[in-house]
């Protein structure tokens, strides 16, 4: 079973930068894309961005492009969010998403983090 971890959130003034990060753990599976989600209060669950094992393509909400930037340390199994020039419309909770496959079964899963709470509030 893969596990994810969340961390970084927290409250920031408008204008200002957090830095969430997401570690996986777990034995036998193979991780592929990481991303993140986020979920306001009373909406639906968006995706945020999310970034191929290699590192050579994303998917980038426009909603954020050009201020949050997404990366991963495979050597970790962690990925990154850096959050720039926040605005309280980025208030929400933000999910760590995991495509994982069971190297014995060949099996693949979708894997989520708990979240971890994101305020963008004066």
């Known amino acids: 079973q893969v596990q994810l971890v969340e961390s970084g959130g927290g409250l920031v003034q408008p204008g200002g930068s957090l830095r969430l990060s997401c570690a996986a753990s777990?034995?036998?599976?193979?991780?592929?894309?990481m991303g993140w989600y986020r979920q306001a209060p009373g909406k639906e669950r968006e995706l945020v961005a999310t970034?191929?094992?290699?590192?050579?393509?994303?998917n980038v909400a426009d909603s954020v492009k050009g201020r949050f930037t997404i990366s991963r340390d495979n050597s970790k199994n962690t990925v990154y969010l850096q959050m720039n020039s926040l605005k309280p419309e980025d208030t929400a909770v933000y999910y760590c998403?995991?495509?994982?496959?069971?190297?014995?079964?060949?099996?693949?899963?979708?894997?989520w983090g708990q979240g971890t709470l994101v305020t963008v509030s004066s």
């Open positions: 777990g034995r036998g599976f193979s991780i592929g894309a």
């Open positions: 998403n995991a495509r994982v496959m069971n190297i014995v079964t060949m099996r693949t899963s979708e894997v």
């Open positions: 970034l191929i094992r290699s590192g050579g393509s994303t």
